[in-house]
Structures are given as structure tokens and as C-alpha cells.
């Protein structure tokens, strides 16, 4: 968890390879439906380009089908999921029949002026048509109105992992490996 820019894609591809589990970032999924023309993706751009969530259904179901693919057996990284209340019900409720269970819920902290110069850069990098600056505030204004919530009931199920997120990118996947004790 963390805000837009906090890193969570970045670390999140390293550490899942690290723990050799699948890498399951909702908005990398959205992104190659919009590239690919799915209805899926025609949905989801509406959404994506104004710095809204996709509607609960549609991301349930899409996590729902991928979560249930034979790779995700011995475990997976979820990244930038749950995001919303109803989505975390819908993640237990998965979970549950799947008698998996949550590890850890990781939350990168970034301080909010270097996420928004982070995204500014990234818009630059990688043109991405939901990281301009009216866009950007509005994503994030989402973030902490749905999504922070979520961050003080992992706490009080005691599965919340805070790391800090400022830095260059191997200097938090270091303290990210350290705080999971992941080390071999
Ligand atoms: P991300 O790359 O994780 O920042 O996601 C990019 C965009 O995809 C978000 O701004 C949302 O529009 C959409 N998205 C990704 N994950 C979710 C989610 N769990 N719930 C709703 N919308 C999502």
C-alpha cells in the first residue's frame, strides 16, 4: 500500500521475484486490457484517465479470475489491492475459499512533495495518460479518502509493515527484504 509515486510497482516486481510468487498489480492488468482494446480496458480507461477507481465489481472480478490461475497456488503479491472497504470483504471472502491467508500488508510512507515531483517525472518517462498534474491531484485526493483507511484496520489485525519509502529504489527494497525478514 502507499500513495500513487510511493513505489509500490517498483519494489513490488522486485520482491515477488525474490519470493518467486506471481506479481499481481491490478493497474499494470488495467493497463495492458486498455492497450489490448478489451471491453475490460474500454471500461476501465474511463475511470483510469480521470484518477477514479474502477468500479468494486469490475476490479473483484478481474482479481478474482486471477487469483484463482494455477501460479497463484503457493502464493502471490498483490499490488495496488485492495483498495476500497468492499474490496478488502471481497479479498477475505477469496482468500477464505482459497484457505490462503495474508502475510503481511506492506505500506510504503513517502513524503507528498516527492511523490508528486516522482509522478511529474514519470509522466515525462512514461507518458502515461492518467500522471498529469489534474489527474495526479486527483488520485491522490481518492487515495486518502478510500484507500488510507485500510491502512488502520491492517494495523489492528497486526499485519501492517511500514517501511520508508524516500530514497533510491535498492536502498528500500533493503529495508523492505529487512522489515519481512525475508534474508535467506
Ligand atoms: P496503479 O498503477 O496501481 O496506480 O493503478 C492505476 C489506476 O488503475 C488507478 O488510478 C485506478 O484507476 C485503477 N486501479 C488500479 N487498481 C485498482 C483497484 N484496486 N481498484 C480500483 N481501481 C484500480
Redesign the pocket.
Known amino acids: 500500500m502507499g500513495p500513487?509515486g510511493a513505489g509500490?510497482?517498483t519494489q513490488a516486481a522486485v520482491i515477488s521475484a525474490m519470493l518467486g510468487v506471481p506479481h499481481i498489480?491490478?493497474?499494470?492488468?488495467?493497463?495492458a486490457n486498455v492497450s489490448q482494446g478489451t471491453p475490460l480496458g474500454v471500461e476501465?480507461k474511463r475511470?483510469?484517465d480521470?484518477?477514479?477507481?474502477?468500479?468494486?465489481g469490475?476490479?473483484n472480478a478481474m482479481?478474482r479470475d486471477r487469483l484463482s490461475h494455477d501460479d497463484c497456488r503457493p502464493g502471490f503479491l498483490l499490488?495496488?489491492?485492495?483498495?476500497?472497504v468492499e474490496?478488502v470483504g471481497e479479498l477475505n471472502a477469496m482468500l477464505s475459499s482459497a484457505q490462503h491467508r495474508l502475510d503481511a500488508v506492506l505500506e510504503l510512507t513517502v513524503d507528498m512533495d516527492e511523490v508528486v515531483g516522482r509522478l511529474v517525472k514519470r509522466a515525462s518517462e512514461q507518458g502515461?495518460s492518467?500522471d498529469t498534474e489534474d489527474v495526479i491531484r486527483r488520485?491522490l485526493e481518492?487515495y486518502f479518502e478510500q484507500t488510507a483507511p485500510l491502512i488502520d484496520m491492517y494495523r489492528s489485525q497486526d499485519l501492517l509493515v511500514q517501511v520508508d519509502g524516500l530514497g533510491i529504489i535498492e536502498d528500500v527494497t533493503g529495508r523492505i527484504v529487512a522489515a519481512l525478514s525475508l534474508e535467506a
Open positions: 500513487p509500490k510497482g498489480s491490478t493497474g499494470d492488468i488495467f493497463r476501465a475511470y483510469m480521470a484518477g477514479e477507481y474502477v468500479p468494486d469490475v476490479t482479481v499490488d495496488g489491492y485492495p483498495r476500497t474490496q502515461r492518467d488520485r481518492v
